[in-house]
């Protein structure tokens, strides 16, 4: 055999070895992404709730201040109670600060990690009924708009986040909510302005503006309003109090609370 023949034929063979390897990169891509879906799909089942007494009403919102058992994890089990709660608003705003701050550094370790999507549980034990917040983060730039319906679809409730100091992010919480409401129109709408602690420190002026328009967009949604701060843990945990009141009905009033702490 020539030397051209020779090369012609090691040319042919490295040509199919290349066909070979992208056909089985392609492939592996597919199966990542049906897997991604599967993954997904398969903690978004539609809720059940249960009738709760009001003994165990007053213990579920006393939870915080109590020594019930908290365990954070993806647990599957026909007595848990899961609440699926998605979180829409642009980049760098808090969002994620303001999950982690709620379920705790050991469970942001956990956290299940997607191409636009952080999910993340907590799940509280009283009396020995569980119920657990599934939370599902949303990426804040544009390309994360394909995550929405996914990430909304059999939500409880929806929080839309904005910067209190970023008049642009509050702007944007319109499109979020548009965008949210196409596939889900049954969901607690609450709006939620970051950085409270940041925001006290603008001018009078400027924070007044920013509270009018919030108030006109939260009236506008249908939404309760609620500022908050992760860095201070102001109103993160009474936020999912209040979904939990909304919920099932439970006859307990939140409270306006601004503090540090709280």
């Not at 979180?87 to 956990?110: A, H």
């Not at 569980?130 to 983060?137: A, G, H, M």
């Amino acid at each position: 055999m020539c030397h051209h023949q020779l090369c012609r034929k090691v040319v042919q063979v490295n040509t199919i070895k290349w066909k070979i390897v992208e056909k089985v990169s392609i492939f592996r891509k597919f199966l990542r992404f049906i897997w991604e879906r599967i993954m997904v799909c398969s903690t978004g089942n539609s809720v059940r709730y249960r009738r709760l007494s009001s003994k165990f009403s007053e213990e579920l919102l006393a939870v915080e201040s109590s020594n019930e058992t908290l365990i954070s994890g993806y647990d599957s089990d026909s007595d848990l109670v899961a609440l699926k709660i998605s979180i829409l608003g642009d980049c760098q705003i808090g969002k994620t600060s303001f999950v982690i701050k709620y379920v705790g550094d050991e469970q942001e370790k956990r956290c299940l990690e997607m191409k636009g999507l952080n999910l993340m549980d907590k799940t509280l034990i009283v009396r020995g009924a569980r119920i657990s917040f599934r939370i599902w983060d949303v990426g804040g730039n544009h390309n994360s708009y394909d995550q929405i319906p996914i990430a909304c679809k059999n939500s409880v409730a929806i929080l839309f986040m904005f910067d209190l100091t970023s008049r642009s992010t509050l702007n944007n919480v319109i499109d979020w909510y548009s965008e949210a409401r196409k596939w889900n129109q049954t969901a607690i709408p609450i709006l939620i302005g970051t950085k409270f602690d940041d925001f006290v420190q603008l001018p009078l002026d400027i924070q007044w503006s920013v509270v009018t328009q919030a108030r006109a967009y939260a009236k506008a949604m249908k939404a309760s309003l609620f500022f908050s701060s992760a860095t201070h843990n102001i109103n993160v945990n009474k936020i999912f109090k209040f979904i939990m009141v909304k919920l099932f009905n439970l006859p307990w009033t939140v409270q306006r609370n601004l503090t540090i702490g709280g």
